[in-house]
């Protein structure tokens, strides 16, 4: 082979690329492989169905999904309104006692207050009447 010219070597490459050629070109035409790329376009078909199929099952998943956040949302925000309002009527009536409570103290305190000043000057009024009659027994005793 070192032999060879260059005018062979090139014939030989030329005639095993017209083989190469020729044995691909019969592949062409071969039942065989067009039902192995109608097999594998079957199989493509169906692998892209089954693709777009948990993709639609997905996006109904991510909807209810979404569907149910937003309703447990309404759910806790209307919640919450009903325990701030709750809240609210609570510290109301709260307030509302202790405003009766703080006015039945002041009540209470001024009539307490009302009876010590009364008892006072009626205490008051006695200590005098004892003292005008300690006097008037002292003018008394001055006057024999």
């Given at each position: 082979m070192k032999n060879d010219t260059f005018d062979e070597r090139q014939n030989a490459a030329a005639a095993a690329k017209r083989a190469m050629i020729e044995r691909f070109r019969g592949a062409i035409?071969?039942?065989?492989?067009?039902?192995?790329?109608?097999?594998?376009?079957?199989?493509?078909?169906?692998?892209?169905?089954?693709?777009?199929?948990k993709r639609a099952a997905r996006e109904a998943e991510l909807k209810r999904l979404a569907d149910a956040a937003a309703r447990l949302a309404a759910e806790e925000a209307a919640r919450k309104a009903a325990e701030e309002a709750a809240a609210k009527a609570e510290a109301e009536r709260l307030a509302?006692?202790?405003a009766a409570e703080e006015a039945r103290r002041l009540e209470e305190a001024r009539?307490?207050?009302?009876?010590?000043?009364?008892?006072?000057?009626?205490?008051?009024?006695?200590?005098?009447?004892?003292?005008d009659a300690r006097y008037a027994a002292r003018k008394a005793r001055r006057a024999r």
């Amino acid at each position: 082979m070192k032999n060879d010219t260059f005018d062979e070597r090139q014939n030989a490459a030329a005639a095993a690329k017209r083989a190469m050629i020729e044995r691909f070109r019969g592949a062409i035409n071969d039942p065989s492989i067009a039902a192995k790329q109608a097999e594998r376009a079957a199989i493509a078909a169906a692998r892209e169905q089954r693709q777009a199929e948990k993709r639609a099952a997905r996006e109904a998943e991510l909807k209810r999904l979404a569907d149910a956040a937003a309703r447990l949302a309404a759910e806790e925000a209307a919640r919450k309104a009903a325990e701030e309002a709750a809240a609210k009527a609570e510290a109301e009536r709260l307030a509302a006692e202790q405003a009766a409570e703080e006015a039945r103290r002041l009540e209470e305190a001024r009539r307490d207050a009302e009876l010590t000043a009364a008892a006072e000057a009626v205490m008051r009024e006695g200590q005098k009447a004892k003292r005008d009659a300690r006097y008037a027994a002292r003018k008394a005793r001055r006057a024999r």
